[in-house]
């Protein structure tokens, strides 16, 4: 297994792995082209197959005077095809991305995850936040 970031050619199978409509393609690929900066993503490749992926956005808080570099991350959509899971492949995935943030300086980096995925996290270096808040529209 290669854990590599992707890049132009692989955005068909960004889109496979995300589930993304034909029709709905063009908008993908002009999206992922236009985030590329901020949305980084990372695949899993066995024998030149891309089996899974995930992405690591790439934000900033506001500067302070004692930290004028305030960038964090956030893991965004992991996702390993079916016939690939329970392999290690998304613990590749977010061991890449949590490289990428060690190489980046990032002040932190969170997930939003499922309930089914909270034990794969955690098993992966994250822990749970007491000052995480989160709001909701009704």
């Given at each position: 297994?290669?854990?590599?970031?992707?890049?132009?050619?692989?955005?068909?199978?960004?889109?496979?792995?995300?589930?993304?409509?034909?029709?709905?393609?063009?908008?993908?690929?002009?999206?992922?082209?236009?985030h590329?900066?901020?949305?980084l993503?990372?695949v899993?490749?066995?024998?030149?197959?891309?089996?899974?992926?995930?992405?690591?956005?790439?934000?900033?808080?506001?500067?302070?005077?004692?930290?004028?570099?305030?960038?964090y991350?956030?893991?965004?959509?992991?996702?390993?095809?079916?016939?690939?899971?329970?392999?290690?492949?998304?613990?590749?995935?977010?061991?890449a991305?949590?490289d990428?943030?060690?190489?980046?300086?990032?002040?932190?980096?969170?997930?939003h995850?499922?309930?089914?995925?909270?034990?794969?996290?955690?098993?992966?270096?994250?822990?749970?936040?007491?000052?995480?808040?989160?709001?909701?529209?009704?």
């Open positions: 297994m290669i854990v590599r970031k992707a890049g132009v050619a692989d955005v068909a199978a960004l889109a496979e792995l995300r589930g993304i409509e034909p029709e709905n393609f063009p908008a993908y690929a002009d999206w992922v082209a236009a590329a900066e901020t949305h993503p990372f899993a490749e066995i024998d030149g197959y891309v089996v899974g992926v995930a992405w690591l956005l790439v934000a900033e808080r506001v500067p302070g005077n004692n930290a004028l570099d305030r960038r991350g956030d893991v965004q959509a992991v996702e390993v095809r079916e016939a690939y899971r329970n392999r290690g492949i998304g613990g590749a995935l977010v061991a991305i949590l990428e943030a060690r190489t980046r300086n990032l002040l932190h980096v969170s997930v995850s499922g309930r089914r995925a909270v034990d794969f996290y955690l098993r992966n270096g994250f822990s749970h936040h007491r000052q995480l808040l989160l709001w909701e529209p009704a």
